[in-house]
């Protein structure tokens, strides 16, 4: 399913990040980012999907995947992903490229290409309209979190076999046919003494100390210049409709594509999003 990657190492000033690739000399370009507790595996399904003559480009976000860990005393926070996006282009080599995320990771895609407008070429939303946000006030609140969450000790659940742990995922995500829960698990996860754990760094449970409040992120969004595409899931993830409707104009992008699914519509219809990807990010180039 995977096997046309290769994988490689790529310096985010000092953390070793996992990444994919395929097709290194493709003219057209892409770069993954997948969402929360999640890894690049989570786009092999879409992949397939997508023109063999592409470059694709798949992270692991810091602490997730196969990708290193922060020390036991470090905490994670949003920013650092847009560090771990900087560490894989200058990997690759890549001066822009199209951009695909989903959930988190489409967060972190919408803050790149407002950080860096010329490096991003097309941005494809897979359940992703930015962070949960709010009033200004959620602030405190917010930071009161992230200092309790200090005292919250990690916990890695052990699972005896890898069809146990894809069970796991099912139970948060329903709507994953069997088949894909099994891809998951067997690629996020690793072998420890009495059995099986996830390979996402359980501090990543623990709320960050800082965030966007609705205000802020609408000002980041009307900083993209690329062209955007939305997709959901139609039992997926959604705001309120005011607020919908308010980042999706500063976005300047037309009505999200919806599709049958959950939010992670990508894994349950991939051939759907892959084509939906195709037609966006073809008219951009």
Request: proline share 7%.
């Amino acid at each position: 399913m995977s096997s046309s990657f290769e994988s490689f190492t790529a310096d985010a000033h000092g953390l070793a990040l996992h990444v994919r690739q395929r097709n290194p000399g493709g003219t057209t370009a892409v770069v993954f980012l997948h969402g929360w507790l999640d890894h690049s595996h989570s786009f092999d399904l879409v992949a397939e999907h997508l023109p063999d003559s592409w470059r694709l480009v798949l992270l692991d976000f810091r602490g997730m995947g196969r990708s290193a860990h922060l020390p036991g005393h470090a905490h994670y926070q949003f920013a650092e992903h847009l560090v771990d996006v900087e560490a894989v282009l200058r990997a690759t080599g890549l001066k822009s490229a199209h951009f695909v995320g989903h959930s988190l990771g489409g967060i972190v895609a919408t803050a790149y290409a407002a950080a860096r407008p010329e490096r991003v070429l097309s941005l494809g939303l897979i359940e992703s309209l930015g962070p949960t946000g709010g009033p200004p006030e959620n602030a405190l609140v917010r930071l009161r979190g992230f200092l309790d969450d200090l005292e919250r000790p990690p916990n890695r659940k052990r699972y005896p076999t890898v069809e146990a742990a894809a069970a796991r995922l099912r139970e948060n995500t329903p709507s994953l046919p069997e088949s894909v829960a099994l891809h998951l698990a067997r690629h996020g996860t690793q072998p420890v003494e009495g059995g099986l754990v996830f390979t996402f760094d359980p501090a990543h449970r623990r709320r960050f100390a800082f965030g966007y409040d609705d205000a802020q992120w609408l000002a980041l969004s009307s900083a993209v210049t690329c062209p955007v595409r939305l997709l959901l899931g139609g039992e997926g993830f959604r705001f309120d409709e005011e607020r919908a409707q308010a980042r999706m104009a500063a976005l300047r992008i037309p009505p999200p594509l919806v599709i049958p699914g959950g939010h992670h519509v990508h894994l349950e219809q991939p051939e759907a999003v892959a084509r939906a990807l195709v037609e966006l990010i073809s008219s951009a180039r």
